[in-house]
């Protein structure tokens, strides 16, 4: 059975940073293409960035562009988010999620594996 599990998350002032991670079990880490999302309150669940397989092709959704940078260590099964600059804007429920095919994609529905979630919340 798959598992992910992001972690992380917390409470941090405008302007700082935060790691979050995503460890991963019961599956083939490796030939998973990667992708973090995030859902603020009231709003749909939105594509932050994602990550190819062999981790040399990274995407990022505007709002984020020079602030967040995903990563991936294909020998401990583990996702990475570095989230910089933050702003209250950022605040939302982050998840991790994973999908068999080649590419990555921005729609919730190409992902067949979720997280639980982590918590970022980001104070003026």
């Known amino acids: 059975q798959v598992h992910l599990v992001e972690s992380g998350g917390g409470l941090v002032q405008a302007g700082g940073s935060l790691r979050l991670s995503c460890e991963t079990s019961g599956g083939s880490f490796s030939t998973w293409t990667m992708a973090w999302f995030r859902q603020a309150p009231g709003k749909e669940r939105e594509f932050v960035a994602g990550i190819r397989r062999s981790g040399g092709n990274t995407f990022n959704a505007d709002s984020v562009k020079g602030r967040f940078a995903i990563s991936r260590d294909n020998s401990k099964n583990t996702l990475y988010l570095q989230m910089n600059i933050l702003k209250p804007e950022d605040t939302a429920v982050y998840y991790c999620?994973?999908?068999?095919?080649?590419?990555?994609?921005?729609?919730?529905?190409?992902?067949?594996?979720w997280g639980q979630g982590t918590q970022v919340t980001v104070s003026s």
């Open positions: 999620a994973a999908r068999n095919n080649f590419g990555v994609s921005y729609d919730t529905a190409q992902y067949a594996y």
